[in-house]
């Protein structure tokens, strides 16, 4: 019941934050729109910025986002399997669907 309540909270400020965004934004009009809360959504600034969305992870190796700190699998995700080397090789570190983590730690992963 509390993972729910966090995701909850999760979702209302990262709705408030991309609102801010697009109305703050000139640039925000000319890209089409990303649907954060879909899929698998990397953050920064204590899940406050969005840095990179994977609306569908298919299990294929993904450089990690170097300035992230949080991530959030909002649908479709069982786990995020993070790993320190480029090539999703070596150990590996389940992260889950909802964890922090230091910008950097990791450079790699997949999801499914």
């Keep these: 019941m509390r993972k729910t309540a ?10 408030a934050t991309v609102a801010g965004l697009a109305v703050s934004s000139g640039a925000a009009s000319a890209t089409p729109s990303v649907n954060w809360e879909a899929g698998l959504t990397f953050y920064s600034d204590n899940f406050r910025t969005p840095v990179a969305n994977f609306p569908n992870p298919d299990g294929a190796c993904q450089p990690f986002p170097a300035t992230a700190s949080a ?3 909002w649908s479709n995700v069982e786990n995020v399997i993070a790993y320190q080397s480029d090539d999703c090789t070596g150990q590996q570190i389940w992260l889950g669907t909802l964890r922090t983590f230091q910008p950097g730690e990791f450079a790699s992963f997949s999801a499914y």
């Design 71 to 73: 991530l959030v699998g």
């Design 6 to 15: 966090l995701r909850a909270a999760l979702a209302v400020t990262a709705v």
